[in-house]
T-cell receptor, first 113, second 112 residues
Framework: AQSVTQLDSQVPVFEEAPVELRCNYS??????LFWYVQYPNQGLQLLLK??????LVESINGFEAEFNKSQTSFHLRKPSVHISDTAEYFC???????????FGKGTRLSVIA | DTAVSQTPKYLVTQMGNDKSIKCEQN?????MYWYKQDSKKFLKIMFS???????INETVPNRFSPKSPDKAHLNLHINSLELGDSAVYFC???????????FGPGTRLTVL
């Protein structure tokens, strides 16, 4: 069965600094990968996803993630964070077959002014 | 227009009671889900329905019973509530299982 590891439970970073949130997955078959964001007291929203094609995917608010099959990673990056990026970020993976979407434990990004 | 809505937003109740949470989506999606998010933010799927049929039923106590009257609705009924049921419950929907899931705002259940 697939699994997702988010190594950092909390990442504090100063405003306008770059950030990387790490995500590794384990699966022996093809995967679809997602990053979701959860702002305080809200549901999750899709940030970006990799289904196929270009391994670099981008979101509309400046985040990007690169699918690296050899390292089984899908790290999330942003070159310059804003206060409004403070949220919980979840990496998720789904494979073919009938298995459900599996979420990592989340990384709390705190942007400091 | 809210895509995925849940009611109620907050639910406070005593141990042993029975309660229901309702979920509706207006996206025309075929698949709906229930997730439980615990106090450490860990998100775990409970159930998944496709066109009113149960397709995923993770190891959830049988006190939890989902019901899908039509493909736009997936309600969650919980019998004999326990302290450990306190959590935030999220409903979600997607067109297919590998597509983007759209989440509701959540229902915070507190069992006293």
């Amino acid at each position: 069965a697939q699994s997702v590891t988010q190594l950092d439970s909390q990442v504090p970073v100063f405003e306008e600094a770059p950030v990387e949130l790490r995500c590794n997955y384990s699966s022996s078959v093809s995967v679809y990968l997602f990053w979701y964001v959860q702002y305080p007291n809200q549901g999750l929203q899709l940030l970006l996803k990799y289904l196929s094609g270009s391994t670099l995917v981008e979101s509309i608010n400046g985040f990007e993630a690169e699918f690296n099959k050899s390292q089984t990673s899908f790290h999330l990056r942003k070159p310059s964070v804003h206060i409004s990026d403070t949220a919980e970020y979840f990496c998720a993976v789904i494979t073919s077959g009938n298995t459900p979407l599996v979420f990592g434990k989340g990384t709390r990004l705190s942007v400091i002014a | 227009d809210t895509a995925v809505s849940q009611t109620p937003k907050y639910l406070v109740t005593q141990m042993g009671n029975d309660k229901s949470i309702k979920c509706e989506q207006n996206l025309g999606h075929d698949t709906m889900y229930w997730y439980k998010q615990d106090s450490k933010k860990f998100l775990k799927i409970m159930f998944s329905y496709n066109n009113k049929e149960l397709i995923i039923n993770e190891t959830v106590p049988n006190r939890f019973s989902p019901k899908s009257p039509d493909k736009a609705h997936l309600n969650l009924h919980i019998n004999s509530l326990e302290l450990g049921d306190s959590a935030v419950y999220f409903c979600a929907s997607s067109q297919h299982r590998s597509d983007t899931q759209y989440f509701g705002p959540g229902t915070r259940l507190t069992v006293l």
